[in-house]
Nanobody, 127 residues
C-alpha cells in the first residue's frame, strides 16, 4: 500500500505563488507515474498536471499551462507542483496521485488511471 502525503497549501493573493509537495511512501517511487488533480466546491475532481515515472515527460491542463510546473525528484521520493500567477479560480483542494506503471514515459490524465491518492491540501487564492 502506498501512502501519499501532500503539503504546501495555503492562502495566497491573486498573482502569488505556492509550491505543493507530495511524498509517497515505499521504495519504488521511480515506478510511479505521478499526477496532480484538484477539486473545487461543487465541482468534479479535475486533472491539473502529470509527470512520467522517469520525469522526462510532463503534461498539463490547458487552464494551468504556462503557470504551473510539475517536477519530481526520484532520489528524494518527492513530486512537486510549482504554481505561479495564481488566480481565484485555482482555489480548490489539490490531490496528489500515483500510478504504478512499467512504461517510463507514460502520462495519465484521468482519475481512473491512478492507483493511489493523497488526502488533499487546500489552496485558496484571494482576489
Amino acid at each position: 500500500q502506498v501512502q501519499l502525503v501532500e503539503s504546501g497549501g495555503g492562502l495566497v493573493q491573486a498573482g502569488g505563488s505556492l509550491r505543493l509537495s507530495c511524498a509517497p511512501s515505499g521504495r519504488t517511487f521511480s515506478s510511479y507515474a505521478m499526477g496532480w488533480f484538484r477539486q473545487a466546491p461543487g465541482k468534479e475532481r479535475e486533472f491539473v498536471a502529470a509527470a512520467s515515472s522517469n520525469g522526462l515527460t510532463t503534461y498539463y491542463a490547458d487552464s494551468v499551462k504556462g503557470r504551473f510546473t510539475i517536477t519530481r525528484d526520484n532520489a528524494k521520493n518527492a513530486v512537486y507542483l510549482q504554481m505561479n500567477r495564481l488566480k481565484p479560480e485555482d482555489t480548490a483542494v489539490y490531490y496528489c496521485a500515483a500510478k504504478i506503471t512499467a512504461y517510463s514515459r507514460g502520462l495519465y490524465y484521468t482519475k481512473e488511471s491512478y492507483d493511489y491518492w493523497g488526502q488533499g491540501t487546500q489552496v485558496t487564492v484571494s482576489s
